[in-house]
């Protein structure tokens, strides 16, 4: 266990950046810049604002019902805040549209990918 006390791999960040939480905000990050992946749909939107970035999570219901769409937010809610959310930039919103394959994919590769998309890159 290292000298702060917190386990090993445990959250940078304590409970990550602040939520989306109403429709009309998630609305407005569709017009934003659309970044595609295998296990989710990153849409970003820059506020102009240096207020810190805030996310917001939506899963469709093509996915399945109501449970697994809630697995597929809780894997990427937990993605963001053990790694992701220091790749997310101030001033930003991020959208993250969860596809079927969170669920089966190992963690780390999420992760991974969640943060090349945060960042923009391929």
Not at 34 to 48: A, S
Not at 99 to 104: I, S
Request: charge should be positive.
């Amino acid at each position: 266990m290292p000298a702060d006390g917190k386990p090993e791999g445990s959250a940078p960040y304590g409970r990550g950046p602040e939520r989306l939480l109403k429709r009309k905000q998630f609305l407005a990050v569709r017009r934003g810049d659309k970044r595609r992946g295998r296990f989710f749909l990153v849409e970003v939107l820059d506020r102009d604002d240096s207020a810190g970035p805030r996310v917001g999570y939506t899963v469709t219901k093509k996915v399945g019902n109501a449970v697994v769409r809630n697995r597929v937010k809780r894997r990427l809610r937990e993605a963001v805040r053990t790694h992701a959310a220091g790749d997310m930039a101030a001033g930003k919103d991020y959208v993250i549209v969860g596809r079927e394959d969170v669920l089966t994919a190992p963690f780390g590769q999420i992760t991974a990918e969640l943060s090349r998309r945060i960042r923009g890159t391929r």
